[in-house]
């Protein structure tokens, strides 16, 4: 990523007093009780993109004016983002300067007079001069050509110049940059101010915002009331927010879509018109999630409806209607989606609750979702769930009470991973949040089921991934420990997958596994008995001679022969049940199950069935 958010440090902003966190990584969930400033946190990031000017009217969402004097008030939020491409690159992206563009557009229709001619050159700069990054080399160069006694001027920035007093050529001084930190300080009354400084890697200020602006002032492509920061912000920063006030419409360009949403049908507006792809992407989430397609588009005369509606459908034949009939749910959903699409490489995506409205399933789609974007966006969301605390896909941040009753942060190891789910009071037991749980002895069984179930269920709209879930109970050995009580409460709808362990065809069970077969249909509760020896002898012969390199006819598996013994036995002894598991799975095909018949009607009986079953009780 280009563009990466590092650290933040707050500063008596709503319900914090002095806050930092840092060390983000490309998905960081933040946790933690209720009250423990999880929104406000995500609010400060988001402070910086919601591309709107905050004044004092912004106060009484944020504090008790009964307790406060609001013009008191000094807020402070401090963010270190680390660039891991250059300046140059930076600013060469096209959507700064047309940010700008939109800015200068907005400020020219509500300013006063004496200002406006000084707007408008900088408009007429940024429309016909090239590249913002070929303006500001030029502007900085024509500025320190002309005062070249800045040098003893500013002492501190001597990564300016080389050590003979000659300056440095833009590109020469932007190339040791590798963090932008940026300080945004509020006056309630007056507005915020947005200060920035490029840094080297050991974090030394190269170049502030006030030698960046002295050096401008020879040229109007930038003017110092439009602060580039700001600007970064709103480009890089998109979030989705939840008890945020209501934005001002009129003030945002509709590039830029609203924290809140408010600007949503002039920003879908837009984007049918200048990208129109990006609901065709839109659309197939929501499939992902609910199992039909959601459509857009803009309402016309012969509609009957206002001619500016935006109007939506989901399906292909369904009834069109108003974008406001939308629910709660499915309009910030909606929202999220927008984002996520118009998102590029670098960008930075804000969540307050990504689990709100969704039921479970989705949630867990909507997941597999933002996951396939982490190596291109980073992602940063404030949550209950512990969807959203897998740590094998986030970094899970948990804020906690220290002593002296102040909140601070800790980024948890995934071996710390029940600290956070206990801190939400859940189980740990990511079963409480699947319509199915399927048990089976341990990892590589884990592997195979998932496999052969994503190619059966599809014929009957299951999605595996959302709505199934495959844990491991440990092995034969743990399996009379289990409560059956205690399973029925954490999930009914469980199916239990136990191996035979058979070596022939008429050798007894042991009396372990028949104990437990009896406890479970006391209990009501299903399961699988495998009628062969384990997992590992469902596996088509063919796909393991062709995957290991095994010559045909070498090797033959029965129903009651163990695999890795008939391995061992040809010189294959270094191969391990989750290895062997992955390299077949990722051979298996629906009709190599359906060849083997007897296979084919013991997994449907057992366990599809069951499952389908399950799914429509």
Same mark, same amino acid.
């Given at each position: 990523?280009?563009?990466?958010?590092?650290?933040?440090?707050?500063?008596?902003?709503?319900?914090?007093?002095?806050?930092?966190?840092?060390?983000?990584?490309?998905?960081?969930?933040?946790?933690?009780?209720?009250?423990?400033?999880?929104?406000?946190?995500?609010?400060?990031?988001?402070?910086?993109?919601?591309?709107?000017?905050?004044?004092?009217?912004?106060?009484?969402?944020?504090?008790?004016?009964?307790?406060?004097?609001?013009?008191?008030?000094?807020?402070?939020?401090?963010?270190?983002?680390?660039?891991?491409?250059?300046?140059?690159?930076?600013?060469?992206?096209?959507?700064?300067?047309?940010?700008?563009?939109?800015?200068?557009?907005?400020?020219?229709?509500?300013?006063?007079?004496?200002?406006?001619?000084?707007?408008?050159?900088?408009?007429?700069?940024?429309?016909?001069?090239?590249?913002?990054?070929?303006?500001?080399?030029?502007?900085?160069?024509?500025?320190?050509?002309?005062?070249?006694?800045?040098?003893?001027?500013?002492?501190?920035?001597?990564?300016?110049?080389?050590?003979?007093?000659?300056?440095?050529m833009p590109d020469e001084i932007f190339e040791d940059v590798k963090f932008l930190e940026i300080n945004l300080e509020m006056s309630l009354s007056d507005g915020p101010e947005y200060k920035f400084s490029f840094l080297d890697e050991r974090?030394?200020?190269?170049?502030?915002?006030?030698?960046?602006?002295?050096?401008?002032?020879?040229?109007?492509?930038?003017?110092?009331?439009?602060?580039?920061?700001?600007?970064?912000?709103?480009?890089? $920063?998109?979030?989705?927010?939840? #008890?945020?006030? +209501?934005?001002?419409? !009129? =003030?945002?360009? %509709?590039?830029? *879509?609203? /924290?809140?949403?408010?600007?949503?049908?002039?920003?879908?507006?837009?984007?049918?018109?200048?990208?129109?792809?990006?609901?065709?992407?839109?659309?197939?989430?929501?499939?992902?999630?609910?199992?039909?397609?959601?459509?857009?588009?803009?309402?016309?005369?012969?509609?009957?409806?206002?001619?500016?509606?935006?109007?939506?459908?989901?399906?292909?034949?369904?009834?069109?209607?108003?974008?406001?009939?939308?629910?709660?749910?499915?309009?910030?959903?909606?929202?999220?989606?927008?984002?996520?699409?118009?998102?590029?490489?670098?960008?930075?995506?804000?969540?307050?609750?990504?689990?709100?409205?969704?039921?479970?399933?989705?949630?867990?789609?909507?997941?597999? $979702?933002?996951?396939?974007?982490? #190596?291109?966006? +980073?992602?940063?969301? !404030? =949550?209950?769930? %512990?969807?959203? *605390?897998? /740590?094998?896909?986030?970094?899970?941040?948990?804020?906690?009470?220290?002593?002296?009753?102040?909140?601070?942060?800790?980024?948890?190891?995934?071996?710390?991973?029940?600290?956070?789910?206990?801190?939400?009071?859940?189980?740990?037991?990511?079963?409480?949040?699947?319509?199915?749980?399927?048990?089976?002895?341990?990892?590589?069984?884990?592997?195979?089921?998932?496999?052969?179930?994503?190619?059966?269920?599809?014929?009957?709209?299951?999605?595996?991934?959302?709505?199934?879930?495959?844990?491991?109970?440990?092995?034969?050995?743990?399996?009379?420990?289990?409560?059956?009580?205690?399973?029925?409460?954490?999930?009914?709808?469980?199916?239990?997958?136990?191996?035979?362990?058979?070596?022939?065809?008429?050798?007894?069970?042991?009396?372990?596994?028949?104990?437990?077969?009896?406890?479970?249909?006391?209990?009501n509760i299903n399961y699988w008995l495998t009628e062969r020896r384990a997992i590992e002898n469902y596996i088509p012969l063919n796909i393991l001679e062709r995957k290991l390199n095994i010559n045909p006819g070498i090797m033959k598996i029965?129903?009651?022969?163990?695999?890795?013994?008939?391995?061992?036995?040809?010189?294959?002894?270094?191969?391990?049940?989750?290895?062997?598991?992955?390299?077949?799975?990722?051979?298996?095909?629906?009709?190599?199950?359906?060849?083997?018949?007897?296979?084919?009607?013991?997994?449907?009986?057992?366990?599809?069935?069951?499952?389908?079953?399950?799914?429509?009780?």
């Open positions: 990523m280009s563009f990466h958010l590092d650290k933040i440090e707050i500063n008596r902003f709503r319900g914090i007093e002095e806050y930092t966190i840092k060390s983000f990584g490309n998905w960081s969930s933040i946790t933690g009780p209720n009250s423990s400033n999880k929104s406000t946190i995500i609010n400060a990031i988001s402070l910086l993109g919601s591309y709107r000017m905050h004044d004092i009217s912004d106060i009484p969402s944020w504090y008790d004016l009964n307790l406060v004097n609001p013009r008191e008030i000094p807020i402070k939020v401090k963010y270190l983002f680390r660039l891991n491409e250059s300046f140059d690159k930076l600013v060469s992206d096209s959507r700064i300067k047309e940010t700008l563009v939109s800015l200068y557009e907005e400020q020219l229709n509500r300013t006063i007079e004496d200002y406006k001619a000084h707007l408008e050159a900088a408009l007429r700069s940024l429309r016909n001069d090239g590249p913002l990054s070929q303006l500001l080399n030029k502007a900085l160069y024509e500025a320190i050509r002309r005062e070249f006694e800045f040098k003893s001027q500013y002492e501190p920035y001597k990564p300016l110049f080389y050590s003979d007093g000659r300056f440095k974090e030394n200020t190269i170049i502030d915002d006030e030698v960046f602006y002295h050096w401008l002032k020879y040229q109007n492509a930038i003017d110092d009331k439009i602060s580039l920061a700001f600007v970064i912000g709103a480009v890089f $920063i998109k979030s989705i927010i939840n #008890s945020q006030p +209501q934005e001002d419409e !009129a =003030t945002f360009p %509709p590039t830029i *879509l609203a /924290s809140d949403g408010s600007n949503i049908k002039k920003y879908i507006e837009y984007s049918l018109t200048h990208h129109p792809n990006i609901f065709t992407n839109i659309g197939d989430n929501f499939k992902k999630l609910f199992g039909h397609t959601m459509q857009v588009k803009k309402a016309s005369i012969a509609n009957h409806i206002e001619e500016n509606e935006i109007l939506i459908r989901f399906g292909g034949d369904g009834d069109w209607f108003p974008i406001d009939k939308l629910s709660d749910g499915m309009l910030r959903l909606l929202r999220l989606f927008l984002q996520l699409a118009t998102s590029k490489k670098g960008d930075i995506l804000v969540i307050d609750e990504p689990e709100l409205h969704l039921h479970p399933g989705a949630a867990k789609s909507l997941r597999e $979702i933002l996951v396939g974007r982490k #190596s291109e966006i +980073q992602i940063i969301v !404030a =949550t209950h769930s %512990p969807i959203f *605390l897998d /740590s094998s896909v986030a970094d899970v941040i948990i804020l906690n009470q220290n002593i002296k009753n102040s909140i601070v942060p800790k980024i948890l190891e995934s071996k710390e991973i029940d600290l956070a789910l206990s801190e939400l009071g859940s189980t740990g037991l990511d079963a409480l949040l699947y319509d199915v749980i399927i048990w089976v002895e341990g990892p590589s069984d884990k592997i195979y089921l998932e496999k052969w179930l994503n190619l059966l269920l599809n014929e009957n709209e299951i999605t595996i991934s959302s709505q199934i879930g495959i844990l491991p109970y440990g092995g034969k050995s743990l399996l009379m420990h289990l409560k059956i009580e205690e399973i029925k409460l954490i999930n009914r709808k469980s199916i239990f997958i136990i191996d035979s362990d058979k070596k022939s065809e008429n050798e007894e069970i042991d009396p372990d596994t028949r104990n437990f077969i009896s406890i479970c249909n006391k209990n029965t129903r009651f022969d163990d695999v890795f013994e008939s391995l061992k036995k040809i010189g294959r002894n270094n191969i391990g049940k989750v290895e062997l598991a992955k390299i077949i799975a990722s051979g298996m095909t629906n009709q190599k199950i359906r060849d083997d018949i007897e296979f084919y009607e013991e997994i449907q009986k057992n366990i599809v069935q069951k499952i389908v079953k399950y799914h429509f009780d």
